[in-house]
Nanobody, 124 residues
Framework: QVQLVESGGGLVQAGGSLRLSCTAS????????MGWYRQVPGKQRELVAA???????NYADSVKGRFTISRDNAKNTVYLQMNSLKPEDTAVYYC??????????????????WGQGTQVTVSS
């Protein structure tokens, strides 16, 4: 019911910046939380940052002060501005939508969805 399209990953030197974008489309009528997770091989996927429809944000301690999450509710798009990037930020970054509501057969359903992932590589 929700499709997520991510963009903005790539290769950057340490200290540089990247901006990730994720746009949701589909038959939903509201989304509660939009966020970004990341994963490196052999490790669990971890939360990077998330924001609610009301603007409440949450960040991993490792990115506080360097990354900023923002959201355009009218465009169903979430952004992740990443500054002062470090080699340890290298990972596949995944967009996540939680609490997407949609109607089907007279009922309201809620679902969580993931994007396909975008690679972020920070060279030292």
């Amino acid at each position: 019911q929700v499709q997520l399209v991510e963009s903005g990953g790539g290769l950057v030197q340490a200290g540089g910046s990247l901006r990730l974008s994720c746009t949701a489309s589909g038959r939903f009528f509201s989304i509660n939380v939009m966020g970004w997770y990341r994963q490196v091989p052999g490790k669990q996927r971890e939360l990077v940052a998330a924001t609610t429809s009301g603007g409440v944000t949450n960040y991993a301690d490792s990115v506080k002060g360097r990354f900023t999450i923002s959201r355009d509710n009218a465009k169903n798009t979430v952004y992740l501005q990443m500054n002062s990037l470090k080699p340890e930020d290298t990972a596949v970054y995944y967009c996540n939508v939680a609490g997407a509501k949609y109607y089907s057969n007279g009922r309201t359903y809620t679902g969580d969805y993931w994007g396909q992932g975008t690679q972020v590589t920070v060279s030292s």
